[in-house]
């Protein structure tokens, strides 16, 4: 474990290296308690550094053994090593050398998952953001691109598949039942895109032909048996692959294509040059075994990984600050190709509530950052919702503003100019500016200010002068470390609503500059006055939620009601509804807490009876909008003084009025929905299931539920709707005996499958009410559960401590204690595993006094303790900032 050092970096620190490596080879002897790693390091001194300066490089943990320079074994004194650095004190006069550093590892004792590791049996790598220097000395940054040769050995029964970068260049056997293969991948890369795996797993086969003509063999590696399930993970590989070539022009570039899937891995997946390496969950699906969510972020993340290829590797970063020059444009780009696979105003209601839900709370919280941060102390923390997500919507600003052929005629300078290149976000800005001829400096601000900018805006119309006017105020909120804020471009799409829900056309307008449906917000305040306006329209703002902002809108309550049920846009009319339901459930919190009784205005419970049956709209939308904001995103809305039991009484009041006022209607619909075919995981079929498990969840809470969601339960021919059955038993009928069978039967047959009791977990840490921490800590010792496993610790710590708010925020402080104790446990082993746990007490200001005291003394019993990991104590001493 890597001790905090307090180090800072800084974006204005970064200065080139003295020394390139253009040529690495590698050399592994495995072994799970002693693997000799041997490097073969191509050196060059720069043009213009003396002889006389050292070479240092990185490491982290590493044993040394020998060292030579070109043949010849270093003496000690010619050599400074610890386990973390390596300095040549007087390297060579020659500018080029051959560096060979010998290191021994075990892969076996790796814990944290970073570096060489063993999972399951299996050998594997993670170097992304710094763990090569875990496997030998390096210069490990991303701008040090290298070209590899990798050569594994390894015993032949251990591991009969050796895989790394790049092209097959030879295999063979060695004495004693060992044999060998060797990689070599011809494009230079950072370290961070090493990757090698070995051990005996099954291989699903296919070939994709590329726009040029040129075979690819792909390959799918998972535990040998699992091949079946990793059919709808290969089909979204192919799909993928089109799409570039389609979408972007992008054509794959080596002769084989690997994914492997491993069941320990920190995050989703690693985009490795040619091999990806995945965490399990996202290739393995059935439907017997996987939901419909499942199957979507498969696709998403098989696409994303994929996307990298040219979005992070042909032009990688030239500094962990520039993170989302490859996240944040690759997020975009999966985004936009599930939008094309889908329906794309349902994949855009669901990025938005997920921003909503991750983005913005980072953002109005103490771990706010910007999209580029200008410092971190450690970078495994910068993997974030600010850099991925609101990344994306930064590179969907730019395509709103230049348009969709400029968007592409930028992206395909970039990729032309830059091909091969270590990058900055000053580069991606510049190819836009040069396309375009538009200045984009103001509007660059969105990569280098923290905060979520809020927009104050009302109306006037003027019938007698035919005039309509908006009045428009940004203001952005201090964040940590940046309390003065600029003024932002901020792209507006907007529409003026007539009677029959379409836009209005007008005459003129002046104020602010409008082109194609967007006032562009460039200045404190803008006063646009639109002319030849004749009727007072509906407005319709952020359309498409064009920038990832705040609104604080006056508009009369009629108008937003019909919006909700008739604006064109199905997107916006989502928007309408959801800013309706948000601002209802907050009044209904205000009467819980002066122990009224929440009253609900009966068109707005209509409302919700009309989505759910207007057969001209599609079932995954009407699911979206009858799923009502969750505890967190209330929560968020009131911003301060947080009362989640409050909330929760709120919520399942409103949940309950919509229930009941629109029984017969959703019962109808529910039954109609029976899926009487066999299981498709496409689009359509799944927004059929999403919005018949959405009317059991409403269902359920009148007489009879349980009853129903057993025998929903019960019939259940495929995951999605058996996991849906057992959320709904044990979220709204806990203890039932419904629930304790079901819970019981789920058990009993998905025992022996990890994935499926991960929905086990996850399903009983949701479990409103204060008792569900006994449940919790019980199901920590379950022989299914180990705190090793970071998709375990996931699903029942993170999803308890991230997603119950009730539960969690227990009125006396007894979550807080069991957060204090699995963070500490988890960070001995994996350290940034504990530190995404910890994140969960980033809104912990937000909480009402009692429970923000005893929120800050579990983060200070965290930092009081002694000798804790860079990761955590950088996210505990921010969170306390
Ligand atoms: N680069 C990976 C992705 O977004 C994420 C990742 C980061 C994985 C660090 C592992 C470690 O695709
Ligand atoms: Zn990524």
Not at 395 to 423: Q, S
Request: glycine residues 6%; proline residues 5%.
């Amino acid at each position: 474990m890597r001790t905090d050092t307090g180090q800072v970096f800084k974006l204005e620190d970064y200065r080139p290296t003295d020394y390139l490596i253009p040529e690495t080879g590698l050399t592994f002897r495995l072994s799970p308690e002693a693997t000799r790693v041997t490097a073969v390091l191509t050196v060059e001194r720069r043009d213009g550094i003396a002889a006389s300066v050292p070479l240092v490089l990185d490491g982290d943990g590493l044993t040394l053994g020998r060292v030579a320079i070109d043949g010849q074994t270093l003496a000690p004194t010619d050599f400074f090593a610890t386990p973390d650095q390596l300095t040549i004190t007087t390297p060579p006069a020659a500018a080029r050398f051959q560096l060979l550093i010998e290191t021994e590892l075990a892969p076996a004792h790796n814990e944290a998952l970073m570096g060489l590791y063993r999972s399951s049996n299996v050998y594997c790598t993670q170097c992304e953001a710094e763990g090569f220097r875990r496997i030998t000395y390096f210069l490990d940054r991303p701008d040090i691109l290298s070209i590899y040769t990798v050569r594994i050995e390894a015993p032949h029964h251990e591991a009969p598949l050796l895989l790394s970068n790049g092209n097959p260049a030879g295999s063979g056997e060695l004495a004693d039942g060992w044999h060998y293969a060797v990689w070599h991948d011809p494009f230079p890369k950072p370290s961070y895109l090493f990757a090698l795996v070995a051990g005996a797993l099954g291989k699903v086969a296919d070939s994709f032909v590329t726009l040029s003509g040129r075979e690819v063999e792909l390959g799918i590696f998972v535990e040998p048996g699992k091949e079946r399930l990793a059919g709808y993970a290969m089909d979204a590989l192919k799909r993928s692959m089109k799409w570039d070539e389609e979408a972007f022009g992008r054509e794959y570039d080596l002769d084989v294509f690997n994914i492997v899937a491993v069941s320990d891995f920190n995050m989703g997946a690693m985009e490795n040059k040619g091999l990806n390496i995945f965490n399990d969950k996202y290739v393995l699906a059935d439907h017997e075994t996987a939901t419909d969510a499942d199957f979507a972020n498969i696709e998403a993340i098989i696409a994303h990984e994929y996307f990298h290829n040219w979005t992070g590797n042909r032009i990688t970063c030239r500094d962990w600050f520039q993170l989302c020059l490859k996240e944040g444009l690759t997020v975009f780009r999966d985004h936009e190709f599930s939008a094309d696979q889908r329906s794309r105003a349902v994949k855009r209601i669901a990025e938005v509530r997920t921003l909503k839900a991750h983005q913005f709370p980072e953002d109005q919280g103490p771990l706010a950052h910007p999209v580029r941060p200008r410092r971190y102390r450690e970078i495994n923390n910068f993997y974030t919702a600010t850099v991925y997500e609101k990344g994306s919507e930064v590179v969907r600003m730019i395509r709103t503003i230049l348009g969709a052929e400029t968007f592409r005629a930028g992206m395909d300078l970039y990729f032309e100019r830059h091909d091969g290149e270590a990058a900055t976000i000053e580069d991606f800005i510049k190819v836009f500016e040069d396309v375009s001829g538009r200045d984009l400096s103001q509007f660059s601000l969105w990569y280098h200010q923290a905060g979520t900018p809020n927009l104050t805006i009302s109306s006037t119309h003027n019938a007698a002068a035919q005039e309509f006017t908006l009045e428009i105020e940004q203001s952005v909120p201090p964040t940590p470390s940046e309390s003065r804020k600029r003024l932002m471009h901020i792209p507006l799409a907007f529409s003026l609503v007539g009677a029959d829900g379409k836009a209005i056309e007008y005459s003129g307008v002046e104020g602010a500059s409008v082109e194609d449906g967007v006032i562009h917000i460039r200045k404190r305040r803008h006063v646009v006055r639109f002319s030849g306006v004749a009727e007072r329209p509906a407005m319709s703002l952020n359309r498409g939620f064009s920038a990832p902002v705040t609104l604080s809108v006056e508009q009369k309550a009629d108008d937003q009601f019909f919006l909700a049920g008739h604006d064109n846009d199905t997107f916006s009319r989502w928007q309408a509804f959801n800013t309706l339901l948000t601002e209802v459930l907050i009044s209904a919190f205000r009467q819980v807490l002066d122990s009224r009784q929440p009253g609900f205005a009966s068109r707005l419970i209509e409302l919700a009876g009309k989505i759910a049956g207007d057969e001209t709209l599609e079932p995954a939308y009407r699911a979206l909008a009858l799923a009502l904001p969750s505890e967190a995103d209330i929560a968020r809305d009131i911003g301060k003084n947080i009362d989640p039991d409050a909330i929760f009484s709120a919520r399942e009041a409103l949940t309950v009025a919509i229930a009941e006022a629109n029984r017969e209607i959703f019962s109808d619909l529910y039954h109609r929905l029976t899926d009487k075919d066999a299981f498709r995981p496409d689009a359509a079929s799944a927004g059929r299931r999403a919005l018949r498990n959405t009317l059991l969840d409403y269902l359920s809470l009148l007489q009879g539920g349980a009853a129903l969601a057993a025998r929903h339960f019960q019939s259940a021919t495929n995951m999605t709707d058996r996991a849906a059955a057992l959320s709904v038993l044990a979220l709204r009928h806990s203890g039932s005996p419904e629930t304790v069978k079901a819970v019981a039967d789920f058990e009993a047959k998905y025992a022996t499958d990890p994935l499926v009791m991960d929905k086990w977990f996850q399903i009983q840490a949701s479990v409103p009410g204060p008792q569900t921490i006994h449940a919790v800590r019980a199901l920590t010792g379950h022989p299914a559960f180990s705190m090793a496993n970071p998709n375990r610790v996931r699903s029942l710590v993170g999803t308890f401590s991230s997603a119950n708010q009730t539960g969690f925020h227990r009125a006396d402080g007894e979550g807080y204690r069991f957060f204090v104790e699995t963070v500490l446990q988890v960070e001995k082993r994996n350290p940034q595993l504990a530190a995404r746990l910890a994140t969960a007490l980033r809104s912990w200001r937000s909480l009402e006094p009692a429970r923000q005291g005893m929120a800050r003394e579990a983060l200070l019993s965290i930092a009081n303790t002694e000798n804790l990991s860079a990761d955590l104590r950088d996210i505990i001493e921010r969170t306390l900032a």
